[in-house]
């Protein structure tokens, strides 16, 4: 692949360390609700779905306006922590900022409530730094559906197999690849094995410290 006009970026565990905070939010959860709770396997099943999906799989006869209520429960305890809390992963504004530097056109891609994003986006000014944001709230699938990455590509517009995906998640690798681009893994949550077959995978790195986005290579290979 030659260098793409255009990089997509997963938010959380991708520009936001905000993977543990979703964990414990669900575990919480879960705990409210009497419900046993699979600490190794969640991360891995559900990771770039939205919530609705989820809990269809929970609670397949609930009412939607139940799901909805727990739902939004899940999203208030994450809310309640990441406020004092979230991070964004090492190297991810100097990358941002490189990026846009360079001339690439920049995009979120997130299944996160808007509501979530926007304590992201407030607290790091990511959109002073990326040109669109796109979500289920603009009426796409989750992952690993890949209508969130074609919607940016579309907005942005570039060609599919032009971009350049970020994910931190299994489903959002083959997200992209349904999509028809490129990935590279973070694995600020997960190890390069989890992301092994993906033939759309280019590389694992840990974070974006000293990643060159003029090359799209890390300069070290840091595999994690």
Request: proline share 7%.
């Amino acid at each position: 692949m030659a260098r793409p006009a255009a990089l997509l970026f997963d938010l959380d565990g991708t520009l936001i360390d905000s993977m543990p905070i979703h964990h414990e939010a669900w575990r919480r959860w879960h705990a409210e609700l009497g419900l046993p709770f699979d600490d190794g396997g969640f991360f891995v099943a559900t990771a770039g779905r939205v919530n609705d999906e989820i809990l269809r799989e929970l609670f397949p006869a609930m009412p939607d306006a139940e799901r909805a209520r727990l739902a939004e429960r899940k999203e208030a305890l994450y809310r309640e922590a990441a406020a004092g809390t979230l991070a964004l992963v090492p190297g991810a504004r100097e990358l941002l900022v490189a990026a846009r530097a360079a001339g690439f056109k920049l995009a979120v891609c997130t299944a996160s409530p808007l509501a979530n994003v926007q304590v992201a986006f407030e607290r790091f000014a990511l959109d002073s730094l990326v040109d669109t944001l796109t979500s289920p709230a603009d009426g796409l699938r989750g992952k690993p559906h890949p209508d969130i990455f074609l919607e940016a590509a579309r907005r942005l517009g570039v060609a599919a197999d032009d971009c350049l995906v970020f994910e931190d998640a299994p489903l959002g690798v083959e997200a992209a690849g349904r999509a028809g681009m490129d990935a590279v893994a973070l694995t600020t949550t997960l190890p390069a094995s989890a992301f092994a077959g993906y033939p759309n995978l280019r590389a694992a790195i840990p974070d974006f410290a000293g990643f060159d986005p003029t090359t799209l290579t890390p300069r070290e290979t840091r595999h994690a």
